[in-house]
């Protein structure tokens, strides 16, 4: 009898890319800040069943995803070196819907969103998207699959057995 081959997502949760901090530990922001971006970033709820879900999880979701956001922009303000409204209008003219200047400012710290799993709302969706650059573009091409990513071979690696 063959055992067939565990597989993961090749994408990985924010945590699991930036470990969260000890508790009650206070970490530099050069940690820190990454770490802020990745997990708003996982929040976003683009990949998820959110869009399905119009009650509380989707509300609490919103929030969390908001929060995170204005968290981590705090942060980078402090890290910079600003303080009070200076920081607080930094940030606060940086919220938008979008989440773009989220994106920049967490490649900025060198993180790679392209690698962040958005973190579950509600059942993972029966389709998900492949995207791919377009050659001599900063664009990419974006292919919606049928199927849970979970399940796609181009989307899960092996998981390493160690024994």
């Given amino acids: 009898m063959t055992e067939e081959a565990q597989r ?16 009650f530990a206070v970490r530099p922001l050069e940690v820190e800040v990454p770490y802020l971006y990745a997990r708003a970033i996982g929040f976003d709820v683009q990949g998820t069943s959110w869009f399905e879900d119009r009650g509380r999880t989707a509300v609490d979701r919103t929030n969390q995803l908001l929060d995170s956001r204005h968290i981590a922009l705090m942060a980078d303000a402090m890290h910079q070196g600003l303080t009070g409204q ?7 003219t940086r919220m938008d819907e979008s989440g773009e200047w989220v994106y920049q400012r967490a490649i900025h710290y060198g993180v790679k969103p392209e690698l962040i799993k958005p973190y579950a709302c509600g059942p993972e969706p029966d389709h998900h998207d492949h995207e ?15 199927g849970k990513e979970s399940e796609c071979p181009d989307c899960t690696e092996p998981v390493e057995v160690t024994a």
């Fill in 8 to 23: 993961r997502t090749k994408r990985r949760y924010a945590h699991e890319l930036y470990p969260h901090g000890e508790e």
């Fill in 132 to 146: 791919e650059p377009i050659e001599g573009s900063k664009w990419t091409s974006v292919t919606r699959v049928q």
């Fill in 86 to 92: 200076e920081a607080w209008a930094w940030a606060e």
